[in-house]
């Protein structure tokens, strides 16, 4: 049996992706929100973007811990003709984005640790639903024209929150006086859950709201019964009467007008003209609604089976999982002015279980077999790509410093566990796919930035970045979508004390907005292929505070 409805929700993270990769963040300090380009820092927060550059730093102990307040608008607009809204709004919020760094540098060599939302690190709120909930419900008003039903409602609702935490550590050791290297691992410990609900599915018919499973429920029934008319017209035909019309027999008393209207009914259901029934003999109905009930009892399954998917159903699910990726760093400091960082970050190959106690149904095999969105113990495969990052700072004069940076995903050699339906006919679940299915080229990102010292105490500064994700239509749709960005970040840094430096900025992301083309097949069979744009908008507070002993 085809599946009957599809909640196409992507398992992937829903978080808080602001200038990075496809599920990378790179947005790791209070620092990098007042000036989003630090691949080449050699301040603290060089333990995410450039670990060789510790060496930079003045022997002893230095810390950090910051904090990145987040908000996120996602808009989804579907065009296809039976829905009831085209506009689907989802907020999504991090309070708590923490980046903690702590190295202690002696004349050759660092020790080094951190801790991030290296991936994720927020929560996607859809109080209204998403098309993909809505498509299969809205195809049931043309569908069930018939049953004079005109329009529909529900009650969707669906929560998601992801955060992949990294922690990192390793070494740094100086080599000259303008080269360093580093080498560490970073543990990625991964946690998405899902909650929502889909409940109090109902269609109009006529002026009444009616359940849309105690319809199909209804229908099924009919169906059902009509197969039984052969058993009741069996003890007619056994006592000679089966050259008689249903009409003869109820002028001769031996059939009431009742039965004659519900056989009546049943014929025209089968897709007997409505002109030939009345000139029909019981032995005719009875083999034309014998031949018919194959088909009538498969469609009463599909109804019912329906049925039950339309019915009020909740979703609780956690995914856990943790992954290992070697991290190596070079510095390259060639005069005083200039510092050159080059950062290698391997694949983390990771796989996430799912703990579910609640599931969506959304649909069954041709066997029977329920599938549900979120099987209990699937493994998901959730790779967080390899990254290559370039950084240059210049001290253009005493006050004045320039950077500029590119980070490059190797996207297509990750698995991000996507999902896909190659033939919206098939009988089978949607199945796992390539990323380079999906993958139009590897994402990057390019950066710059500058910063002024007003003072001795204060400097300020501010930068752009902007990323391109690399996806094709493919990879798009309500709940997975990459987007394009251009990033703006302005901030400050105060030295409260000569060991204490506060960091506070501001930045605001831009998403290039996209439209792609998406396929759904309607209950007839017929593939419709509505238009979906994709939108969203981010902005960040971030605040830090770098200790130095």
């Given at each position: 049996?085809?599946?009957?409805?599809?909640?196409?929700?992507?398992?992937?993270?829903?978080?808080?992706?602001?200038?990075?990769?496809?599920?990378?963040?790179?947005?790791?300090?209070?620092?990098?929100?007042?000036?989003?380009?630090?691949?080449?820092?050699?301040?603290?927060?060089?333990?995410?973007?450039?670990?060789?550059?510790?060496?930079?730093?003045?022997?002893?102990?230095?810390?950090?811990?910051?904090?990145?307040?987040?908000?996120?608008?996602?808009?989804?607009?579907?065009?296809?003709?039976?829905?009831?809204?085209?506009?689907?709004?989802?907020?999504?919020?991090?309070?708590?984005?923490p980046g903690i760094y702590a190295a202690y540098k002696m004349d050759r060599l660092a020790i080094w640790a951190g801790f991030n939302p290296i991936g994720g690190g927020g929560g996607a709120e859809y109080k209204e639903g998403l098309p993909s909930f809505e498509l299969s419900i809205s195809d049931l008003v043309p569908a069930l024209a018939s049953q004079n039903v005109t329009g529909y409602r529900l009650d969707s609702y669906l929560k998601g929150s992801s955060?992949?935490?990294?922690?990192?550590?390793?070494?740094?050791?100086?080599?000259?006086?303008?080269?360093?290297?580093?080498?560490?691992?970073?543990?990625?410990?991964?946690?998405?859950?899902?909650?929502?609900?889909?409940?109090?599915?109902?269609?109009?018919?006529?002026?009444?709201?009616?359940?849309?499973?105690?319809?199909?429920?209804?229908?099924?029934?009919?169906?059902?019964?009509?197969?039984?008319?052969?058993?009741?017209?069996?003890?007619?035909?056994?006592?000679?009467?089966?050259?008689?019309?249903?009409?003869?027999?109820?002028?001769?008393?031996?059939?009431?007008?009742?039965?004659?209207?519900?056989?009546?009914?049943?014929?025209?259901?089968?897709?007997?003209?409505?002109?030939?029934?009345?000139?029909?003999?019981?032995?005719?109905?009875?083999?034309?609604?014998?031949?018919?009930?194959?088909?009538?009892?498969?469609?009463?399954?599909?109804?019912?089976?329906?049925?039950?998917?339309?019915?009020?159903?909740?979703?609780?699910?956690?995914?856990?999982?943790?992954?290992?990726?070697?991290?190596?760093?070079?510095?390259?400091?060639?005069?005083?002015?200039?510092?050159?960082?080059?950062?290698?970050?391997?694949?983390?190959?990771?796989?996430?279980?799912?703990?579910?106690?609640?599931?969506?149904?959304?649909?069954?095999?041709?066997?029977?077999?329920?599938?549900?969105?979120?099987?209990?113990?699937?493994?998901?495969?959730?790779?967080?790509?390899?990254?290559?990052?370039?950084?240059?700072?210049?001290?253009?004069?005493?006050?004045?410093?320039?950077?500029?940076?590119?980070?490059?995903?190797?996207?297509?050699?990750?698995?991000?566990?996507?999902?896909?339906?190659?033939?919206?006919?098939?009988?089978?679940?949607?199945?796992?796919?390539?990323?380079?299915?999906?993958?139009?080229?590897?994402?990057?990102?390019?950066?710059?930035?500058?910063?002024?010292?007003?003072?001795?105490?204060?400097?300020?500064?501010?930068?752009?970045?902007?990323?391109?994700?690399?996806?094709?239509?493919?990879?798009?749709?309500?709940?997975?979508?990459?987007?394009?960005?251009?990033?703006?970040?302005?901030?400050?840094?105060?030295?409260?004390?000569?060991?204490?430096?506060?960091?506070?900025?501001?930045?605001?992301?831009?998403?290039?907005?996209?439209?792609?083309?998406?396929?759904?097949?309607?209950?007839?069979?017929?593939?419709?292929?509505?238009?979906?744009?994709?939108?969203?908008?981010?902005?960040?507070?971030?605040?830090?505070?770098?200790?130095?002993?």
């Amino acid at each position: 049996m085809k599946k009957l409805l599809t909640l196409l929700i992507a398992v992937v993270v829903p978080g808080i992706l602001i200038a990075g990769g496809l599920v990378t963040n790179t947005n790791q300090s209070a620092a990098w929100v007042r000036m989003p380009s630090r691949n080449a820092s050699t301040s603290i927060d060089a333990v995410n973007y450039n670990p060789a550059g510790l060496m930079k730093l003045e022997n002893g102990f230095h810390f950090s811990v910051s904090n990145q307040t987040i908000f996120q608008k996602r808009k989804v607009e579907n065009f296809y003709r039976w829905l009831n809204d085209t506009l689907f709004t989802g907020d999504v919020k991090a309070p708590i984005f923490p980046g903690i760094y702590a190295a202690y540098k002696m004349d050759r060599l660092a020790i080094w640790a951190g801790f991030n939302p290296i991936g994720g690190g927020g929560g996607a709120e859809y109080k209204e639903g998403l098309p993909s909930f809505e498509l299969s419900i809205s195809d049931l008003v043309p569908a069930l024209a018939s049953q004079n039903v005109t329009g529909y409602r529900l009650d969707s609702y669906l929560k998601g929150s992801s955060v992949y935490f990294g922690i990192q550590g390793g070494v740094s050791f100086k080599i000259n006086d303008w080269l360093s290297v580093a080498a560490g691992l970073r543990y990625v410990i991964a946690n998405n859950s899902y909650v929502g609900h889909l409940k109090d599915v109902e269609l109009q018919q006529g002026s009444n709201w009616v359940r849309a499973d105690a319809i199909l429920n209804g229908i099924a029934s009919q169906l059902t019964a009509i197969t039984t008319i052969p058993t009741q017209l069996s003890p007619i035909i056994s006592a000679g009467g089966g050259n008689f019309t249903i009409a003869q027999l109820v002028a001769a008393g031996q059939m009431t007008v009742q039965q004659q209207q519900a056989i009546y009914a049943a014929l025209g259901v089968v897709g007997v003209p409505s002109s030939n029934i009345p000139l029909m003999t019981v032995n005719q109905i009875s083999g034309t609604i014998t031949a018919a009930s194959p088909t009538l009892l498969a469609n009463a399954a599909k109804y019912s089976a329906t049925a039950t998917v339309l019915g009020d159903q909740e979703a609780d699910v956690k995914q856990t999982g943790s992954g290992i990726s070697p991290i190596f760093s070079v510095n390259i400091s060639p005069s005083e002015n200039l510092n050159i960082a080059i950062r290698y970050e391997m694949k983390t190959s990771m796989q996430l279980e799912n703990k579910t106690t609640k599931d969506f149904l959304v649909g069954f095999t041709e066997t029977g077999t329920p599938i549900t969105m979120f099987p209990d113990g699937i493994l998901t495969p959730s790779d967080m790509p390899a990254m290559l990052a370039l950084g240059l700072d210049y001290s253009a004069s005493d006050n004045l410093r320039l950077s500029c940076g590119l980070n490059y995903f190797f996207d297509k050699n990750a698995d991000y566990g996507h999902k896909i339906d190659h033939d919206l006919k098939s009988t089978t679940p949607s199945i796992f796919i390539s990323n380079k299915e999906i993958i139009k080229h590897n994402g990057w990102s390019l950066s710059c930035g500058a910063e002024y010292g007003l003072s001795e105490k204060l400097l300020l500064s501010g930068g752009y970045s902007f990323a391109n994700k690399g996806v094709n239509d493919k990879y798009q749709s309500d709940l997975t979508f990459g987007l394009a960005t251009h990033t703006l970040g302005a901030g400050g840094a105060y030295k409260i004390t000569e060991n204490i430096l506060l960091n506070a900025g501001f930045s605001y992301t831009f998403y290039m907005k996209d439209r792609v083309s998406i396929n759904h097949m309607s209950p007839a069979g017929i593939i419709f292929q509505p238009d979906e744009t994709y939108h969203k908008n981010a902005m960040v507070i971030g605040v830090g505070v770098d200790f130095s002993f």
